[in-house]
């Protein structure tokens, strides 16, 4: 399996609550993790398939980017990272104790370049599934064309609607959304008329839209179909969509039809939610123990 888009590292600080403007406060707990939608997700991939995924980046220089490079060396993947001369891309997340809820401020990456892009190609080949974002419109067109050209299935993570990635959504096989991304993209309209549109406009083979402790809700061509979700007591929500997306690109791609996929995925995220941090983030044996009833 091959990931491209954006990792960043997150420096994870829990708070009593939401800071108000000119206060003090005092952090009951920090923590430093990889997080954005390709790092978090192939790491995802990566403990539940315990190895076989490949994540290709940009990055900056300086202390950030050896950071994220250290982190990324921990975990059963392999992860390319190409430097470009800028602060490397980083986040401050701020928990909350009292709810879990999250506030970011964050730092871009690197913008993908010819570079890169001629790299790009090589990453999908063998490749029996794509994770991609829509975090950089030319990284992602560029991906798309190379999986289309080796014949790989692609899942890719919408995150909030962007008017660019209408450009390059049509005939991608797995779009995964949040539930804001069809209210942004149709406002005034139900979810259940959003989502046929978007289905009509981009003939994905499924479309899923994602909707946190519920579960959520997918169209493909025989209809509509819902998936479970897997309440747990929230320590630490940041990084839970990533996480479904990495597990359920990885559960197609080795072999899950749609609705088990997605019971992966919902139960990968909820786990993650669970603890602070990405220690949550489940591994081999844990799913073996989810799908034999024993978690």
Sequence with gaps: MAVTGMATIDYLYVLDSHPVEDS???????????????????????????????????????????VL??????????????????????????????????????LPQPYADDEFLTELPSVFDGADGALLDCTDPVL????????????VPIVIDTGGYKESSEAYLRGIDYIVSPQKFF?????????????????????????????GQRGGVFLDETGWHRYRGHP?????????GDTFHGAF??????????AAALDIASWSAARKCAVFGNGGIPDSIQLQQFLAGEA
């Excluded at 993947?77 to 964050?106: C, M, N, P, Y």
């Excluded at 992602?140 to 014949?151: D, G």
Aim: with cysteine; glycine share 10%.
């Design 24 to 66: 003090e406060n005092p952090v009951r707990q920090h923590d430093v993790v990889v997080g954005g939608p390709a790092g978090r997700g192939a790491i995802a991939a990566a403990r539940l398939g315990n190895g076989g995924v490949k994540l290709y980046l940009l990055c900056g220089t300086g202390v950030h980017a050896e």
């Design 69 to 106: 490079r250290t982190e990324l060396g921990k975990e059963p993947l392999d992860a390319t990272l190409f430097e470009r001369k800028q602060v490397s891309q980083h986040s401050a997340v701020i928990v909350t104790a009292d709810r879990g809820t999250r506030s970011t401020i964050w």
């Design 140 to 151: 992602s067109t560029a991906a798309i064309t190379s999986c289309r050209e080796r014949n």
């Design 183 to 211: 209210g942004e993209r149709t406002p005034g309209v139900s979810l259940e008329h959003a989502m046929e549109q978007a289905f009509d406009d981009f003939r994905p083979r499924v479309l899923v839209v994602t909707q």
């Design 232 to 240: 747990v007591e929230t320590k630490d929500s940041c990084g839970a």
């Design 249 to 258: 690109a990885w559960a197609v791609a080795a072999g899950a039809d749609t």
